[in-house]
């Protein structure tokens, strides 16, 4: 409790606007209603850890970094915390508040970047939306139905056609609505690959 004081009054004095909780269940609460950037939490908390913490927050808000706190740090602990997504890791009473200062920055600049990655992904799959695809001849409605029905599977797809018929759209069509959306759709010149490297490219 007096370390949430400390924290408070350290965080407060830097301009953050802080929410405190007087326990994990009313943690809880406060990420599902409000708009956090950043949780602090107790390792050790009654009612709930604050690793039960960590995982219930990440099942709720999975884009919020964490620190975990604790005056009982072992290795082994903050090893399950960063394996459970925690971003970072204070042993109360031996960090300098500079390094806690830091690490909250790091945190929220990392948050602010996650933020923007989701809304530029977010932007790719609307505009390589099925709905924003051109073409009403029953053969590009059938094309559609085969982008939705292949993009949620593991297939590996060959997409053909003479040039300009759209081939990159459908590729990129078929990854925005995948699974694999949150990774990069990389791209690949073949006609700039040597032929002897272009089977280790495409295939590995």
Sequence with gaps: KNYLVVLEALLGAEGYEIVTARDAKMAVSIIREADLDLLITDMKMPGMSGMELLETCKKIKPEIPVIMM???GTIENAVEAMQKGAYGYIQKGSTDPAEIELLVERALKYQETERENRR??????ERYNFSNMIGKAHSMEQTFDLIGT??????TVLVTGESGTGKELVARALHYNSPRSSGPFIRLNCAALPK???ESELFG
């Design 196 to 198: 002897d490297l272009m």
């Design 120 to 125: 530029l992904r977010s932007e790719l799959q």
């Design 70 to 72: 604790t005056a009982f």
């Design 150 to 155: 292949v993009a949620d599977s593991r297939a």
